[in-house]
């Protein structure tokens, strides 16, 4: 079975600064990696997606992220955060359990606030 | 842009009261989730729906619980006799197609509340 720690519930950071946000993941097979985002009174929203070939895959909003197959780590940076990525962010990995489910198995989340 | 759409956003009921919360998934898309958060914990799998049946469901996915798709559009999730623990933030997903590249698409969830 797959899991997913997000190390930090909490982090805070400056305008401007970078942001670096953790997630190692447990999978018996190579997995499909994902990051989502949630505003405040939103639903998630994926942010980028890492499934084959390139391992550092960019999203929207600036973020990026890279999978290290041998630390099992998919770890969300952008080099200069801005107060409108104050948000919760989820990591999340997706195994195929049959019949094209792919369902998400999510790690707790961290939330990030931006301080001006 | 189409997205997943889930009414009511905040619903309070009373423990042994049944509920019914809906969603719209996005238009051509054939496979439905439902997802939970109590608060403080992750976001966990309930079930997952396509072809008119359930394809996979969690352990938390017992006889109180079910999933419909009554009429093309519409996909609910009922509890049929709720208890204190099943207060949480419920999600809805659509994804498109088969493949493991699709996108899971997410509402913006129904808060449930048991007294």
């Known amino acids: 079975a797959q899991s997913v720690t997000q190390l930090g519930s909490h982090v805070s950071v400056s305008e401007g600064a970078l942001v670096l946000l953790r997630c190692n993941y447990s999978?018996?097979?190579?997995?499909?990696l994902f990051w989502y985002v949630q505003y405040p009174n939103q639903g998630l929203q994926l942010l980028l997606k890492y499934t084959t070939g390139a391992t550092l895959v960019k999203g929207i909003n600036g973020f990026e992220a890279e999978f290290k197959k041998s630390e099992t780590s998919f770890h969300l940076t952008k080099p200069s955060a801005h107060m409108s990525d104050a948000a919760e962010y989820f990591c999340?990995?997706?195994?195929?359990?049959?019949?094209?489910?792919?369902?998400?198995?999510f790690g707790k989340g961290t939330l990030l606030t931006v301080n001006p | 842009e189409p997205e997943v759409t889930q009414t009511p956003s905040h619903q309070v009921t009373q423990m042994g009261q049944e509920v019914i919360l809906r969603c719209v998934p996005i238009s051509n898309h054939l496979y439905f989730y439902w997802y939970r958060q109590i608060l403080g914990q992750k976001v966990e799998f309930l079930v997952s729906f396509y072809n008119n049946e359930i394809s996979e469901k969690s352990e938390i996915f017992d006889d109180q619980f079910s999933v419909e798709r009554p009429d093309g559009s519409n996909f609910t999730l009922k509890i049929r006799s709720t208890k204190l623990e099943d207060s949480a933030m419920y999600f809805c997903a659509s994804r498109s197609r088969g493949f493991p590249t699709d996108t899971q698409y997410f509402g913006p969830g129904t808060r449930l509340t048991v007294l």
């Open positions: 999978s018996s097979v190579p997995p499909y």
């Open positions: 999340a990995v997706s195994l195929n359990s049959g019949g094209s489910n792919y369902k998400l198995t």
